[in-house]
Nanobody, 113 residues
Framework: VQLVESGGGLVQPGGSLRLSCEAS????????MSWYRQAPGKERELVAR????????NYADSVKGRFTISRDNAKKTVSLQMNSLKPEDTAVYYC???????WGKGTLVTVSS
């Protein structure tokens, strides 16, 4: 399994970012995919999940209405569109394959003025 996250950066409050995760080494279309995040000094938390076919999504209450998870099974990628970003969204964001214990390096999102 290999997961490579990208798209993080520094953004002002209220801004937007789009994270991407390129997957390889497993049958991508067979697995639900998730985005997690870990803020400094806090435990890693689930942000969003998408079913293997893309028809079902779930979000943490803290990001509902602001974040959108999507996937492209042909390209083996999963994305997280983040709008109306807040300072409390600052964290390292990771994508994850449901049921497989593997973490990539993540991508850092910093929301600050």
């Amino acid at each position: 399994v290999q997961l490579v996250e990208s798209g993080g950066g520094l953004v002002q409050p209220g801004g937007s970012l789009r994270l991407s995760c390129e997957a390889s080494g497993f049958i991508f279309i067979s697995y639900d995919m998730s985005w997690y995040r870990q803020a400094p000094g806090k435990e890693r938390e689930l942000v969003a999940r998408i079913s293997s076919g893309g028809g079902s999504t779930n979000y943490a209450d803290s990001v509902k209405g602001r974040f959108t998870i999507s996937r492209d099974n042909a390209k083996k990628t999963v994305s997280l569109q983040m709008n109306s970003l807040k300072p409390e969204d600052t964290a390292v964001y990771y994508c994850k394959v449901r049921g497989i214990v593997y973490w990539g390096k993540g991508t850092l999102v910093t929301v600050s003025s």
